[in-house]
């Protein structure tokens, strides 16, 4: 049974960094995409970004390009999230999801497995 745990989230200021892992058991790592979801109160879950299975392809949302950098370490099953610049806008719980297709896919259903969350707030 594939498990993914996050850790990292906290309690920031605007301006602030965080750095997001998600350590992977129980299955074959990188046979994986791995990408990183957020979930807003009141909101959908949204895709943040996704990285392919050897680490080279990768692929973000508008909204995290240019701040948040997203990397995998295939000998410690772990995925990052390095985030930057953190905006109160950025406050949610972050997921990270796993999924056996061939190419990094945004929408939330396709992910075959997901992490609990680590909660990101960000004051102003």
């Known amino acids: 049974q594939v498990q993914l745990k996050e850790s990292g989230g906290g309690w920031v200021q605007t301006g602030d960094s965080l750095r997001l892992s998600c350590v992977v058991s129980g299955g074959t790592f990188n046979a994986y995409i791995m990408s990183w979801f957020r979930q807003a109160p009141g909101k959908d879950r949204e895709f943040v970004a996704g990285?392919?299975?050897?680490?080279?392809?990768?692929f973000y949302s508008d909204f995290a390009e240019g701040r948040f950098t997203i990397s995998r370490d295939n000998v410690k099953n772990t995925v990052h999230l390095q985030m930057n610049s953190l905006k109160p806008e950025d406050t949610a719980v972050y997921f990270c999801?796993?999924?056996?297709?061939?190419?990094?896919?945004?929408?939330?259903?396709?992910?075959?497995?997901w992490g609990q969350g680590t909660q990101v707030t960000v004051s102003s």
């Open positions: 990285v392919g299975r050897n680490g080279v392809n990768i």
């Open positions: 999801a796993a999924d056996d297709a061939p190419e990094i896919r945004t929408p939330v259903t396709l992910y075959d497995y």
